[in-house]
């Protein structure tokens, strides 16, 4: 009977040092997990860097919901509003399965300063801001940074350092800096920044969206241009009415490098975008073919036809996708994710489990105790 007693309460000891250890590291879990609104005021702090003293900061909606195209694709837009006096600003961050991927200003009224330092120039500012970026992701961004030594953001520039592609573009209002990771000629994802009247203004970061797949280009200009030209010869176009299109002639052609996903995934490789525009308008007034062809293998992936208010399916198209236009390709799609189902006060439903399966042990435990004693 002694025995018995000390085991059981051994057990018992051990099951209680369990449920301890599991309550407190789910209250950590619980304290280190951050909701999009937490992220959206870290990134307010840390990279719009907004001198809060002169502003009341309250949540102006949080709304999520989902894609029809990408149903496991959660998205989450979430608006701060800071007030100074009745000069307000809101800061709007749209974030993608918990990742931002955009933030952007609009103003009501005429705003207080938003920099911590109203001074600073353009080139300080930026730095400024993809540094606290960096500080926001926990990511190392010093190739990024140092593209911007000893170059004025005030002009419009092109400069490429290892594999990231600097470009800003510049407007009587606003500065556009775009730092994109670029391989064999071909951008593929990176970092933009907007700042309007010399602060602030937009964000975009699609790194999270797309993963960069081979970079291969082993066909130059005039080679796809070639590859276009041979394919469209034997192309047609079917109308709604039952006519086929053929026999095109081509005045004019351009050609470039870009980016396109392949087989309905988030990988994205680089393809030769050639536009061949024809001397007349052809029924259906298309007045333009856009051919897409792989750069590493040279294997044309579709064909369009561009009109007037845009562009028309074909039957005979050969690939999978059926809107691709003459307009840069949206890569707005993203990986999905597993996210954890988090229980009341936000310990993982998985713990709370363990918990009341200990819980119970220790109920069962101590019946049998009682039993012992009684007999």
């Known amino acids: 009977m002694k025995l018995l007693t000390k085991k059981t309460l051994t057990i018992l000891s051990l099951c209680a040092v369990i449920l301890v250890l599991l309550v407190q590291g789910s209250s950590a879990n619980a304290a280190t997990t951050t909701t999009a609104k937490d992220r959206a005021i870290d990134f307010i702090k840390n990279v719009i860097q907004p001198d809060l003293s002169k502003y009341t900061v309250t949540l102006a909606s949080d709304i999520v919901g989902q894609t029809p195209i990408q149903p496991s694709t959660t998205l989450e837009s979430v608006k701060y509003h800071l007030d100074s006096n009745g000069n307000g600003v809101d800061i709007i961050c749209e974030f993608q399965n918990n990742a931002l991927t955009g933030a952007e200003l609009t103003t009501s009224g005429s705003t207080a300063v938003l920099s911590t330092d109203p001074s600073a120039n353009l080139n300080d500012k930026v730095r400024s801001v993809l540094e606290g970026y960096q500080t926001y992701t926990g990511e190392n961004l010093q190739d990024m940074t140092s593209t911007l030594t000893n170059v004025d953001i005030t002009q419009n520039i092109t400069k490429i350092a290892g594999n990231i592609k600097l ?30 009247d010399g602060q ?81 308008l052809y029924p259906g007034n298309v007045w333009q073919l856009s051919v897409g062809i792989w750069a590493d293998s040279g294997t044309v992936f579709f064909c369009q036809p561009i009109g007037f208010g845009g562009s028309l399916p074909t039957p005979d198209q050969t690939s999978t996708e059926s ?43 101590g019946t049998i105790i009682v039993k012992k004693r009684s007999k």
């Open 200 to 280: 602030f203004y937009a964000f975009k970061d699609d790194r999270s969206l797309w993963t960069i797949g081979n970079t291969n280009v082993n066909l130059n200009m005039s080679q796809a241009i070639d590859i276009a030209k041979q394919y469209v010869q034997n192309y047609s176009y079917t109308l709604d009415n039952g006519l086929t299109v053929n026999g095109f002639n081509v005045t004019n052609i351009q050609a470039g490098l870009n980016t396109y996903p392949k087989d309905n995934s988030t990988t994205i490789y680089p393809y030769w975008s050639v536009q061949l525009n024809l001397g007349k």
């Open 167 to 196: 470009t800003t573009e510049n407007s009587p209002l606003m500065t556009s800096i775009s730092l994109k990771y670029s391989f064999n000629g071909t951008d593929y994802t990176g970092v933009d920044f907007v700042f309007k």
């Open 323 to 365: 809107t691709v236009t003459s307009t840069p390709i949206d890569q707005s799609a993203q990986q999905p994710q597993q996210t954890q189902v988090q229980g009341h006060a936000g310990i993982p439903l998985i713990d709370l489990g363990i918990i009341v399966v200990v819980l119970a042990t220790i109920a069962a435990l």
